[in-house]
């Protein structure tokens, strides 16, 4: 497994770099011995390695180390802010590189709404290609495009805050 992000390697990785300061490089053989877990059980191991990268001091949710993920974490935060959800809740971004959910879900991180269940997932990608043809799992595709000015950060974290509020309705609804 490679973590350091040197030598050379692709503009997806780079871009996984930016944003969460890392890349994870699996091979073939061990990306398969990464258990295939169903997305709830997925989920909670990704909520495991966060909480270790935590404790370790690598990744803070809620004021991601990374100029990139702290920008992209707080635009998401002002977004849901300016969407008026009642309480206000603080919106965390989760590192999941590596974990199941990243290798067989396609997810590798995702937005939360703190001290809830509630995300949205994100699939970091620097292949085009990929979006256009529409091969997504999680909810967004987060691009270099999506981060490339202060408007196209801005409409990316609407996309996600819309959603987180969305899902915080439902669940408001559910548990009544």
Known sequence: MN???VGSI???RRFELKVFGETISLTRQEAGQVPQLSFADSL???EVHAA???RAGTWNPGSPPTMTGFELQ??????LRALHLTPPLRVELVNALGTPIDIHWGVDGYFKLARTEIIVTVDLT???EKV???QVKADFFLTPADLSSKTDLNAFA?????LLRKRYKEWEHRVR
């Not at 707080?74 to 977004?79: I, L």
């Not at 609407?158 to 819309?162: L, P």
């Open 3 to 5: 973590t350091d992000g």
């Open 10 to 12: 692709s503009s997806g």
């Open 44 to 46: 909670a191991q990704a």
């Open 52 to 54: 270790e990268k935590f």
């Open 74 to 79: 707080q635009a998401v935060q002002k977004a």
């Open 126 to 128: 620097a292949n085009y």
């Open 132 to 134: 256009r043809s529409g």
């Open 158 to 162: 609407y996309k996600v805050a819309n």
